[in-house]
Nanobody, 124 residues
Framework: QVQLVESGGGSVQAGGSLRLSCAAS????????MGWFRQAPGKEREFVAA???????RYADSVKGRFTISRDNAKNTVSLQMIRLRPEDTAVYYC??????????????????WGPGTQVTVSS
């Protein structure tokens, strides 16, 4: 079992930056694809970014060039650096994990472990 806890959410103005962190416990994440998802009010949860066990990355089109996902296996953490934030980025952001030692490019679905989420609010 992998337990995940997000931190770093908050309120910023449009154009600002935030860095989200996800701390994993229970298992080392070396063999896991790690992802970030978000859910805005009244909308379904959507994929944001993911990083494979080898460091390959995938991003949603809406965040390419603005968000960067990274991982530190030694610290068992994953981060999401967000710049040039927009009001439409407002959502609860979730960290997710998926056991995977095959895919070089991480998947955007099929994640089985989830954190409780952290709120990101971007005002115009």
């Amino acid at each position: 079992q992998v337990q995940l806890v997000e931190s770093g959410g908050g309120s910023v103005q449009a154009g600002g930056s935030l860095r989200l962190s996800c701390a994993a416990s229970g298992r080392t994440i070396n063999s896991y694809s790690m992802g970030w998802f978000r859910q805005a009010p009244g909308k379904e949860r959507e994929f944001v970014a993911a990083i494979s066990w080898l460091g390959g990355t995938r991003y949603a089109d809406s965040v390419k060039g603005r968000f960067t996902i990274s991982r530190d296996n030694a610290k068992n953490t994953v981060s999401l650096q967000m710049i040039r934030l927009r009001p439409e980025d407002t959502a609860v952001y979730y960290c997710a994990a998926r056991f995977d030692q095959v895919l070089l490019v991480p998947p955007d679905s099929g994640y089985g472990y989830w954190g409780p989420g952290t709120q990101v609010t971007v005002s115009s």
